[in-house]
């Protein structure tokens, strides 16, 4: 997170999920999880915690 990757991204990566796979879990579309680990949309908070329950992370984690 250092380098500046998006965390939605490390932690996705570090458990071994791809894109689709996590989108699908927190019911958002492969698209927008791009957008916001690209950081080109920040997500709603209703969104950035479906992502963190999906990642079984804390949504302080993310931000």
């Given at each position: ?10 932690f ?14 927190a019911g ?9 680990e ?14 963190a ?11």
């Open positions: 997170m250092l380098d500046g990757t998006a965390p939605v991204r490390v996705r990566e570090y458990r071994g999920l791809c894109a689709g796979e996590l989108a699908e879990r958002i579309s492969q698209g927008y999880l791009s957008e916001i690209a950081g080109k949309k920040t997500g709603s908070l209703g969104v950035l915690k479906r992502i329950d999906a990642l079984n992370v804390e949504l302080s984690d993310l931000t």
